[in-house]
């Protein structure tokens, strides 16, 4: 019975890895509880402006920082992920044309177990575009609606919103996409098991401008998953995973000095990179703890 318990809490905390960054089919819905505002004091000493402030550059283009706090629910209890990504944003007229890079994304522990996406799988994502997304005006109170965020880690597909995931690791369409030898991509489960899987999330935030330089919101999208193998049979399982949509949100700041924002550009090469973007990340949004009363539904 201590086997098969452990077997089942590790599964819980391997999927909630996976829903980090999924939910099911929902409408969306802003976020009952208010972002808080920027942590100008974590802030480096030389930043003359804190992040999401500055009077606004009269485009959306340029390099914004996304940061995201996902509710997913396993088996009754909250798993909350947090991503930051950097996204470069070429606005055309009302449309906007988005290139993603997902620097990190950390799940809290599920039943003592902590589920880590190595830096080697970050790198490795395939973010397709199918679409753009769309602005309604700058102004304050103006509606921002990203392009559908579709991201395939361990498989490649034709058409990558309809055709279904393949179910085995001989699939030609499964690739070791993160180079270690393994189908698919590889998660660390705890410090005993690795786990082999492909998935494709399909994902659309939406948001209003609260500043010129700052956008607040919600998302919302779906995740599908199937498990090619693991390094112990223990962690090669996928309990089901549910969304919590009313209780994630994103923040999104300008990062690239335009328009009076926050300059993440610290070695001055004209681009910010993941390394920059993470020595912000932690200012961007104050994350909340884990409240499994949200998952009581």
Known sequence: MA??????AVG????????ACSVERSAT???????????VADLPATADVALGEGPGAGTMSGTWLLYHERSSCVFGQ?????????????????TLVETRRLC?????????????????????IEFVAVDRGLVSTLKLGGTYTSS?????????????????LPVEASDARVIDQDGDGQPGVTLEVGSECKRYQGQRQIIRYTGTFVAPNRIDGASSGVTDLNVFGASEGFCAIAPPVESNDPHSR??????????????????GDGVVGCDEAMLIAGSVLDER???HELCEF
Do not use: N
Request: no cysteine; proline share 6%; aromatic share 6%.
């Open 289 to 291: 703890e884990v409240d």
């Open 29 to 39: 819905t802003f976020p009952d509880q208010e972002p808080a505002d920027a942590k």
């Open 3 to 8: 086997a098969v318990m452990r077997t089942w």
């Open 78 to 94: 909250e798993q909350l992920t947090h991503a930051t990504y950097l996204i470069d944003i070429a606005q055309e007229g009302p």
């Open 250 to 267: 994103f923040r999104m700041v300008r990062v690239d000095g335009l328009g009076g924002a926050y300059d993440a550009d610290v070695d």
């Open 148 to 164: 559908t965020e579709v991201a395939l880690w361990g498989v490649t597909l034709d058409q990558p919103l309809t055709e279904a």
């Open 104 to 124: 990190k994304t950390a799940l809290t522990p599920m039943f003592g177990m902590e589920v880590v996406v190595p830096d080697a799988v970050l790198g490795a």
């Open 12 to 19: 819980m905390a391997v999927a909630g890895a996976l829903g």
